[in-house]
């Protein structure tokens, strides 16, 4: 099946439009992972096909749509330093300034299959120790994705992904399952809320700033208006004081926001 031109550029625009995306020089990658959803549907062509995504008031077809397009490559333990900051220079920080209130707002934005957020919960752990019962240290994770988000409140992984986390995690924070995989514990998994979220939405429905923000290797996708948008309201809602964290392989044009940069990846709104 062939996708025309006018078909690839309504398409391009209808995922740009509504969730931020850019699929201009990714008509390869439309078609390789559509093709045969559509011709199995029977779908005889895509402008059908997204005839049907529009008027599909049910969301299946988006939901669907999104699964299929969007890659969600993530490990434990992903780019380590952003950790290592969180838990030598964030978190003592964040202790002594929020002594009073004992709340700790952290959002793992785009948090694929969990393993990010489940990371963080384990570091507040460790680090929070017998404090833990007083503090409200719940950890927001959200994504577009029904299907990762699925398997990131399951929390089940395979052993081979958890052999760069610590020893001490891997007895104190997970449970074998069989020879193959393990599961996050409750304690852990009660300490992540996990919701479907667009990050294109124009209203975010957040009643109080994030102390820490972690969005990264996602606005790879986005295209630099889109980014920028997307920064500026990370900003509005990041506490003063707050950081935000994006990938090594992204970067923030610094002329055009107000946050300051601390090291690679990583800023601060003062």
């Not at 434990?76 to 002594?99: A, G, N, Q, S």
Request: hydrophobic share 40%; glycine share 4%; with cysteine.
């Amino acid at each position: 099946m062939k996708i025309t031109h006018s078909e690839f550029m309504r398409f391009v625009v209808y995922v740009k439009e509504n969730f931020g995306i850019n699929l201009m020089h990714k008509k390869a990658l439309i078609l390789g992972r559509l093709q045969n959803h559509l011709i199995q549907n029977q779908f005889q062509n895509f402008s059908q096909y997204i005839e049907y995504i529009m008027i599909d008031h049910t969301g299946a077809a988006v939901k669907n749509l999104l699964n299929k397009l969007t890659t969600n490559h993530t490990y434990f333990m992903r780019e380590t330093e952003h950790f290592d900051y969180y838990k030598k220079i964030i978190l003592p920080e964040l202790f002594v300034k929020e002594r009073k209130t004992k709340d700790l707002r952290i959002w793992s934005a785009g948090c694929s299959s969990g393993e990010e957020a489940y990371t963080l919960a384990m570091i507040q752990n460790d680090f929070l120790g017998d404090q833990k019962k007083l503090w409200d240290a719940k950890i927001l994770a959200t994504d577009i994705s029904d299907k990762v988000l699925t398997a990131a409140v399951n929390g089940i992984y395979l052993n081979e992904k958890l052999v760069h986390l610590p020893e001490k995690w891997k007895k104190n924070y997970f449970e074998k399952i069989d020879y193959e995989n393990s599961k996050v514990i409750d304690a852990i998994r009660n300490e992540v809320i996990f919701r479907r979220f667009n990050l294109m939405n124009k209203i975010f429905p957040f009643k109080k700033k994030f102390h820490v923000i972690f969005c990264r290797n996602v606005m790879i996708y986005f295209d630099a208006a889109t980014k920028k948008a997307l920064i500026n309201r990370f900003y509005e809602f990041t506490e003063s004081g707050g950081y935000l964290f994006i990938g090594h392989s992204e970067s923030i044009n610094r002329e055009e926001t107000a946050y300051k940069y601390i090291m690679p990846a990583v800023y601060r709104k003062e």
